[in-house]
């Protein structure tokens, strides 16, 4: 007879537990599919495992501030007892430690759990001491903001603002970042200055209605506004991709901080920072503003390798037996949800890892200690097997350190906005799962998520393909943002004046005339230069945002054939023309046709 294990699942939702967003079922579903493949022992996938999964009911945890995680691991107890030694749960980083912490396994007694994270990246749960028996599928923040730190150092920027909210992972972020780039650098600046970087709460940034500050300033305003007069250049943001979002469109909005001689980089990049989510998502809740504002953006996240022989042999599996429909209740074309046609959600692999790694520990127990295929099993013997352990997983090759944190590499992902005919010249990236994949399909162009790089969490070693580098404004790494703001001319030219006067002043203290009539020259002189500078500057001003409207290809030419204009009978609005329209993002592709083009304008 073959051997059952236990193994408990809080699945992670968002809002109710009775409607999921999509993304978050398919995480969950993700560890019933993995343990319905490893029961069964003919399908060709992972055969050889000499034991079946039995998965408790399903119980829901929040991702947000831990209320859930403990209340749904109790209710596991309180039915499975002594049985429960091993959960895929505490997802969040705020969940696990709400459900693992020391003083909550004293009070709950045993059996102490091991909780198997797929998302939780914060760095307290590395100390086995005040949180035992814990293992993550994402490495922690020790390893990530390293490679955060890394990309910094290599656009030699010493000089960067720092946003984070004050959620656990928030701040504990925003700490290992600051200390990996003074490990470089240790004459960094971070700004605002004097601060160490501006926290602020997720849900005042994420609130609905925005809340507003005395000057009826929303928080990403305020944000804003702190960073133009602390004069920053390169900004770096940690938080939720909803509130990054907000800051990335309120900065093309307002055209702060936004545009060429600026570079923005994220810590938590996913389709979310470019969907509204109070629109319902999909491509009708595209966020526009956050689109252009997201323009150059740099982020990096945990590489998952999808093209591995074994992730290819999962997703075809996983195809066969899931439909979008599913995560809406129709299951008539799959039993699992899944959200995306191409390729399994942001953490999806993750959680099938999960059930990997609690599959290869109890092989490694039982085949050192045959008694040990007696279940239940010892959640402390169980927690030991994972550490150090070594396994091909769905995300890539899985290596846990001695606090069964994972230790691994890195995608550096690049932000870039297609318009007109580059969106068809760039190839149909549409069933592309390769890294380099289209996130976001608008309704006039498309942004990508590019591959540009990677990070070695194990070697500290970073790769960037400088031809891929794109910044805001079109730049490639031959015009790298400075981190240093340039000064206007008015600046440079507001004390020469001082030099004349000291010199009469100096030359003779008695010839009051000619130091008044000196002074009366110069302060003449200064006012003419005064003026002359600031029209200058003006005219700098003006340079610039022609360049920026250029460069970023706000204003394409679009066309259509004459003999189609002409059969239309009546002018249409361009909403319902746009699948005839053809748009023309440069001059290069406007002189490079051969036919005559009607230009008419209102």
């Known amino acids: 007879m073959v051997q059952q294990h236990l193994l408990g699942v809080q699945c992670l939702v968002s809002g109710h ?22 029961n069964n022992k003919t399908d060709g996938f992972l055969d050889e495992m000499g034991f079946d999964i039995e998965l408790t009911e399903e119980v829901y945890e929040d991702c947000l501030y831990g209320a859930g995680s ?16 091993a959960v895929v749960g505490g997802a969040c980083s705020n969940e696990l430690l709400a459900v693992s912490n020391a003083t909550i396994r004293d009070r709950l007694g045993p059996p102490r759990s091991v909780f198997i994270s797929p998302m939780s990246t914060a760095s307290s749960p590395s100390n086995d001491t005040a949180f035992p028996n814990v293992a993550r599928l994402n490495s922690p923040a020790g390893f990530s903001e390293a490679a955060s730190a890394a990309l910094c150092v290599h656009f030699g920027w010493k000089r960067v603002a720092l946003l984070h909210d004050d959620t656990l992972w928030g701040t504990e972020a925003a700490a290992a970042f600051k200390a990996a780039l003074r490990a470089h650098e240790p004459a960094t600046d971070i700004l605002p200055v004097g601060t160490g970087g501006r926290s602020f709460g997720r849900s005042e940034c994420t609130s609905e209605p925005p809340m507003r500050d005395d000057r009826n300033r929303t928080l990403p305003q305020q944000l804003l506004d702190e960073l133009q007069a602390a004069r920053a250049q390169i900004v770096y943001v940690i938080t939720s991709p909803d509130c990054t979002r907000r800051i990335l ?40 503003d956050a689109v252009r504002g997201a323009e150059g953006l740099l982020a990096t996240k945990q590489a998952v390798n999808v093209t591995s022989p074994l992730h290819t042999a999962y997703w075809e599996r996983w195809v066969l037996s899931s439909s979008p429909g599913a995560c809406v209740g129709d299951f008539s074309e799959g039993s699992y949800c899944r959200s995306s046609q191409n390729s399994l959600a942001s953490y999806s692999s993750f959680f099938a890892d999960a059930v990997l790694l609690y599959a290869y520990a109890i ?15 010892e959640p402390d013997a169980l927690y030991e097997a994972m550490r150090h352990i070594t396994f091909e997983g769905i995300s890539g090759a899985v290596t846990l350190d001695g606090a069964a944190d994972r230790v691994g590499k890195f995608d550096i992902l690049n932000a870039k906005l297609l318009f007109g005919f580059e969106r068809f010249s760039s190839g149909d990236r549409s069933g592309d799962r390769s890294g380099r994949r289209l996130d976001v399909e608008l309704p006039a162009g498309d942004i990508s998520l590019d591959l540009i790089g990677s990070y070695d969490a194990v070697t500290g070693v970073m790769s960037i393909d400088a031809q891929a580098v794109l910044f805001p404004g079109r730049l490639g790494m031959a015009d790298v943002p400075s981190d240093t703001p340039v000064m206007a001319p008015s600046t440079r030219f507001a004390a020469w004046w001082a030099v004349p006067l000291l010199i009469a002043i100096g030359a003779s203290l008695f010839l009051v005339l000619a130091v008044l009539a000196l002074r009366h020259v110069t302060r003449r002189a200064y006012r003419i230069w005064s003026v002359a500078a600031e029209a200058e500057l003006a005219k700098d001003r003006q340079t610039l945002l022609a360049l ?22 009546k002018l249409h609005t361009h909403e319902t023309m746009r699948k005839q329209l ?15 083009i009607l230009f008419l304008s209102q």
């Open 17 to 38: 537990e009775t409607n999921p967003e999509a993304s978050s079922r398919e995480s969950c579903d993700q560890v019933a599919f993995m343990v319905s493949l490893l």
């Open 70 to 85: 403990l209340p749904a691991y109790e209710s596991l107890r309180d039915v499975h007892g002594q049985n429960i030694t």
């Open 249 to 288: 469109g309120e900065s093309y909005r307002s055209n702060k901080l936004h545009g060429a001689g600026y570079a923005w980089m994220s810590a938590w990049v996913s389709d979310a920072i470019f969907l509204d989510s109070s629109s319902g998502g999909g491509t009708e809740g595209v966020d526009l």
């Open 363 to 377: 092989e490694q127990l039982t085949t050192s200690a045959p008694s040990s295929s007696v279940a239940p099993l």
């Open 548 to 569: 920026k409207a250029a460069n970023s290809l706000e204003f394409p030419m679009a066309v259509m054939p004459a003999n189609a204009f002409r059969q239309m009978g």
């Open 582 to 596: 053809v748009f023309l993002d440069t001059i290069d592709e406007l002189a490079g046709k051969e036919f005559p």
